[in-house]
Structures are given as C-alpha cells and as structure tokens.
C-alpha cells in the first residue's frame, strides 16, 4: 500500500512538472512574457468561480487588442492550482480568510459541506448566497497574493533559464570557432 501511494505521489510530481515547469524552461521569450502568463494564470486560478481556463483565455484576447502580450500557455497550465478536488478546501479557505477580514466569526467546515448535499453547483449558489462577501474578498486576497508572488518567482526563474541558456550558447560558439 505505502509503495502505492508512493507512486501515486511521483507520478503527480511528474505531471505538475511536465505540465507546470516544461512549458516555462521551453518558452524562449522575455522573461517577463513568461512571468506575466504565470500572474494571470494564478489570478484566474483562484477566482471563486469554475471556468478559469475561458477566463485566461478571454483576458488573452482582449489584453492583445490593448498590446499587453503574455504567455497563454502558461497561463492556461496554472489554472490548474484549483480543480474539482481542491475548490471545496479553497471555497472554505476563501470563506476563512475573507471572515478574518472583515472581522467576522466563521461557521464550521461541517456546515459549509452541508450545502453541497445537494450537488456542486447548487452548493455553489448556497454558499455565495449565505458566504458570497467572505468568500469573494478571501479569494481576492488569494488572487493578489498568488499572483504576484508567482510573477517574482517565474521572473526569476526565466531570467535564470535564459542565462544559463545564453551561456551554454556561448560555449557552444567558442568549442565552435576553437575546433
């Protein structure tokens, strides 16, 4: 069983990696190009609502027609942080988060899943109609803070990417000329 899971465990390593990391070691445009594709993936990722792909896809449209470029690709691959499995832990998340705000008290985790008794997406409609103000100031609290940490932290890693790409570029000019 524990060799089970243990595979389990690395092949979603695998596929966060092939998904999530290739596309950004991959993509040979400017740094920020690939950063600005992470932050809005990130955004709409944690948005409390389902459809966040046809989000980032939407944004992509019209932030070209303002000629704000970023990578759709990657963009599209960090919707994935929330899926089906997680939106109900993040809905909650949401909830708590957004409460802590605005100074309010917080119901238990058994009652927020009491409204999904009756399917997801009338669990949805409930829980925006008991919890909507919380759970949208939480998510945005998520939104902003994913966001621009994950811009820094892919801006980074592309400017290493494209240096140590440049660098064996180099090598690969001189071992050139010297042979």
Known sequence: MCKKIKNY?????????????????????????????????????????????????????????FKFYFSLPIGLAWTWVSNSFTNLPLFYLYYITGSFIMGQETGGYNEFISFFENGLMEGIKQTFIFWGKPIILGSFAFMMFFSITGYFISYRYACRLRDNWNVKRIKNKLLEEVL
């Open 9 to 65: 465990f690395n092949n979603l390593y695998r596929y966060c990696y092939l998904k999530l990391i290739i596309p950004i070691k991959k993509e040979r445009h400017n740094p920020k190009y690939i950063a600005w594709g992470t932050a809005v993936g990130l955004f709409c990722g944690f948005t409390p609502i389902v459809w966040q792909m046809n989000i980032v896809l939407l944004i992509w449209f019209i932030a070209r027609f």
